[in-house]
């Protein structure tokens, strides 16, 4: 049986022991779990005879030692992973690095029971996490997952938002929206940002490949007055898209992106401090392929020439917090303002247009839009290690959008302009409180309000037509949870949740009909798991079982024949288990790795202009199985080429995603693949060169897939295999 820990021990750990009454919810993982726990018992025992003199000595200092107060200035985590009852993939700084993962999306694509569906380009991709998501996004509001950086939310289809500077992206798992001013109903992805610090640090990094690939970034930070910290970063990547014009031979599009964040940190008092940041991302020729399959070995498009060069994207986003720490609480306002201008074109290639429709000729769509959002979050929040957690916030966002349409059909035009304006007040609030030495109670509960104004004008062939609507709607959403401390080390944990996806105007409506809101989708969750860890840190080991209903879900149907795009409501569901680790074998390997399995389908029975949706089909882009697997070894080498201690610093990784439907139609499949990415490199202290190869085994997959007729389907290519060099240093 476990031993019963020491009660003053126990308040050290991240996760007590306390009690020893094991409620009946969770007896039904304790096989699975039993032969880590007697690992740890037996290295627990060890450690604490090993200790215990140390740890007898400490207590006794700290009985007749006064302690001073403790003033916190720094930004701390909204939230401790290990300690929620809900799972969380988080990522950190030296993996997003060693990993090469330059982008939310990447990020994404390679975490186990999370699809993406992307044509490669700005503003069109689809996320799924654990097959819980919009069967196909109709709209910039939607938040069936949310964004957020370093605390504000910014719109959810922005996956094209880059890693620089990053510290760490959490992925949360479930429906959000009690804990911070974020909210999503299948997840949350949180990015947190380096922030300054008084020690001077600096970093450069350079990378050259195949294929024009090319990747220069530099950061900067430290104190410029006692009071005062900054830091600044940019990158810019560039590369030749790997699909080629078949009628000049060259790459399609030249991708750029240059991106900068500036930052400072500056203390006002003893118990008051401010961040204030600023940063952009501007995106060019960054295409959204339309490729008529079967692609071929060297895929290919036939174009105009620069069909591509018009598209551009500028993301800003800035920010300033202000924080006061009482004795045991904190209170933070939160001022943040995002901004997006845009560009893009969506060709129909020659060789698509013609099998569609029997003309030799191109067709394009060119679409200009902007948004702008402020937003004001007031939250009040225990400090870390309070014997009761709690939070309680007040949002406010107010966001003006456009997204306007040009056809540049072979005889007309026709121009679309539409106007959005979305309003959200929120109060939410969190309690994590003890019931007994072990069991702990989490709950939250979030309210919501929304207004929604949509202004349009159409011209279909130069007759006008507007149209003008608003719609409000008011939910609740939250969760209740229980945590178990079984063992000091391990944690079991169970949670009810719900989540709201707003309904909304689409972004595509060319007539008045196709204006009209759509529902809202609700989703009922629920969640049963563990996360355990050995006293030394070495093996770490999460899972869970989870299920997921949708009520309403949403989808965009869209008609290649005659372009009109309409939203339809269906009911969904998945359900499904997932297992996940890092095992630190010694201090030269670690093996860190994740296998999800889900089964997600559709509930309804719908008829639509491109074929039925039948009850039982699988969700689009859902693979049943995903799994990652990453090994890092590191091993110091004999000196050579004056290099008096190097070290070899080896990663490689392999994503596996198992076939994917193409729509809720279920048309076709995608076929599953295997992505393996190797570095391999020679550190000298903080100086590195190395060698990297993405998709190593040179496989092809696809981004997305699309049905356009019986006998014509197109999709975007992934990029086959790029190797390079690489160089880093860090001060």
């Known amino acids: 049986m476990p031993n019963r820990p020491d009660p003053e021990a126990a308040d050290t750990q991240p996760c007590t022991t306390r009690g020893n009454i094991r409620p009946l919810a969770v007896c039904c993982l304790l096989a699975m779990l039993s032969p880590l726990c007697a690992a740890q018992e037996h290295t627990q025992d060890h450690a604490q005879k090993a200790g215990a003199t140390r740890q007898d000595s400490k207590l006794d200092t700290a009985a007749v030692t006064p302690l001073s107060p403790v003033v916190i200035t720094e930004r701390r985590s909204e939230f401790v992973p290990g300690e929620q009852p809900f799972s969380v993939s988080t990522i950190e700084a030296e993996e997003l690095t060693t990993r090469r993962l330059e982008s939310v999306e990447q990020v994404l694509r390679s975490t186990p029971g999370i699809n993406v569906n992307s044509s490669g380009g700005m503003l069109d991709n689809n996320v799924y996490i654990r097959g819980v998501g919009s069967l196909y996004q109709s709209s910039s509001d939607d938040l069936i997952h949310g964004l957020s950086i370093d605390g504000v939310q910014v719109p959810s289809r922005y996956l094209s938002l880059g890693t620089l500077d990053v510290e760490r992206i959490d992925i949360l798992k479930g429906p959000q929206g009690t804990q911070t001013s974020a909210s999503?109903?299948?997840?949350?992805?949180?990015?947190?940002?380096?922030?300054?610090?008084?020690?001077?640090?600096?970093?450069?990094?350079?990378?050259?490949?195949?294929?024009?690939?090319?990747?220069?970034?530099?950061?900067?930070?430290?104190?410029?007055?006692?009071?005062?910290?900054?830091?600044?970063?940019?990158?810019?990547?560039?590369?030749?898209?790997?699909?080629?014009?078949?009628?000049?031979?060259?790459?399609?599009?030249?991708?750029?992106?240059?991106?900068?964040?500036?930052?400072?940190?500056?203390?006002?008092?003893?118990?008051?401090?401010?961040?204030?940041?600023?940063?952009?991302?501007?995106?060019?020729?960054?295409?959204?392929?339309?490729?008529?399959?079967?692609?071929?070995?060297?895929?290919?498009?036939?174009?105009?020439?620069?069909?591509?060069?018009?598209?551009?994207?500028?993301?800003?986003?800035?920010?300033?917090?202000?924080?006061?720490?009482?004795?045991?609480?904190?209170?933070?306002?939160?001022?943040?303002?995002?901004?997006?201008?845009?560009?893009?074109v969506l060709p129909y290639d020659q060789d698509l247009f013609q099998a569609l429709f029997g003309a030799p000729m191109s067709y394009a769509q060119t679409y200009h839009g902007r948004e702008h959002v402020f937003s004001q979050d007031l939250r009040w929040a225990s400090l870390p290690?309070?014997?009761?957690?709690?939070?309680?916030?007040?949002?406010?966002?107010?966001?003006?959008?456009?997204?306007?349409?040009?056809?540049?059909?072979?005889?007309?035009?026709?121009?679309?302009?539409?106007?959005?304006?979305?309003?959200?007040?929120?109060?939410?609030?969190?309690?994590?409180?003890?019931?007994?030495?072990?069991?702990?109670?989490?709950?939250?509960?979030?309210?919501?309000?929304?207004?929604?104004?949509?202004?349009?004008?159409?011209?279909?062939?130069?007759?006008?037509?507007?149209?003008?609507?608003?719609?409000?709607?008011?939910?609740?959403?939250?969760?209740?949870?229980?945590?178990?401390?079984?063992?000091?080390?391990?944690?079991?944990?169970?949670?009810?949740?719900?989540?709201?996806?707003?309904?909304?105007?689409?972004?595509?409506?060319?007539?008045?009909?196709?204006?009209?809101?759509?529902?809202a989708a609700k989703l009922n969750s629920a969640e049963l798991g563990f996360k355990s860890q050995l006293p030394d840190q070495r093996l770490e080991i999460n899972g869970a079982l989870f299920y997921n209903d949708v009520k309403d879900n949403q989808t965009l149907v869209y008609d290649t024949n005659t372009f009109v795009s309409s939203v339809e409501n269906v009911d969904t569901r998945s359900k499904g288990l997932e297992l996940g680790g890092t095992w630190r074998v010694d201090d030269r390997l670690t093996v860190k790795g994740g296998v999800t399995y889900m089964d997600a389908r559709i509930l309804s029975n719908l008829a639509t202009s491109v074929g039925s949706i039948s009850s039982g089909n699988r969700m689009p882009d859902v693979a049943r199985w995903s799994a990652a697997l990453g090994i890092q070894y590191r091993k110091p080498l004999p000196e050579f080429w004056g290099m008096s201690s190097p070290v070899l610093n080896t990663q490689a990784d392999y994503v596996y995603v198992g076939k994917r439907s193409v729509d809720p139609q279920n048309h076709f499949d995608m076929n599953s693949y295997g992505k393996l990415d190797l570095r391999v490199g020679v550190q000298q202290g903080g100086t590195e060169f190395y060698v990297w190869a993405d998709n190593l085994l040179d496989k092809q997959y696809e981004l997305y897939g699309y049905w356009g007729s019986p006998t014509v389907t197109y999709g975007a290519p992934s990029r086959g295999r790029l190797v390079g060099l690489g160089f880093r240093h860090q001060l």
């Open 184 to 344: 999503g109903a299948a997840g949350l992805i949180d990015v947190h940002t380096r922030r300054p610090g008084a020690h001077t640090e600096a970093s450069v990094r350079a990378e050259l490949g195949q294929q024009g690939k090319n990747l220069e970034e530099a950061a900067i930070g430290g104190a410029l007055t006692d009071r005062l910290s900054g830091r600044l970063a940019v990158r810019h990547s560039g590369e030749d898209m790997w699909v080629t014009n078949r009628r000049n031979g060259e790459p399609v599009s030249q991708p750029d992106d240059l991106a900068f964040r500036a930052s400072l940190l500056g203390e006002l008092s003893a118990r008051t401090s401010f961040e204030l940041s600023a940063s952009q991302q501007r995106v060019k020729e960054s295409p959204n392929l339309l490729v008529l399959r079967p692609y071929g070995s060297s895929p290919s498009q036939n174009l105009p020439a620069d069909t591509y060069r018009p598209n551009k994207q500028t993301l800003g986003l800035y920010s300033l917090r202000f924080n006061h720490d009482f004795e045991s609480s904190r209170f933070s306002a939160t001022t943040g303002y995002t901004t997006q201008d845009f560009t893009r």
């Open 385 to 519: 290690d309070m014997p009761v957690a709690w939070n309680f916030g007040l949002y406010f966002s107010d966001g003006k959008r456009s997204n306007n349409t040009l056809r540049q059909a072979p005889a007309s035009g026709d121009v679309f302009a539409r106007n959005y304006e979305t309003r959200r007040y929120a109060l939410y609030g969190d309690v994590s409180y003890p019931l007994s030495d072990r069991l702990k109670l989490n709950t939250g509960l979030r309210h919501e309000w929304s207004r929604r104004d949509y202004d349009a004008s159409y011209s279909n062939s130069g007759t006008p037509v507007t149209d003008k609507r608003r719609m409000n709607d008011a939910y609740n959403t939250g969760r209740i949870g229980l945590s178990y401390a079984w063992t000091r080390q391990t944690t079991l944990y169970s949670s009810l949740a719900r989540g709201y996806n707003a309904a909304s105007f689409q972004d595509f409506a060319g007539q008045i009909s196709d204006s009209a809101p759509y529902k």
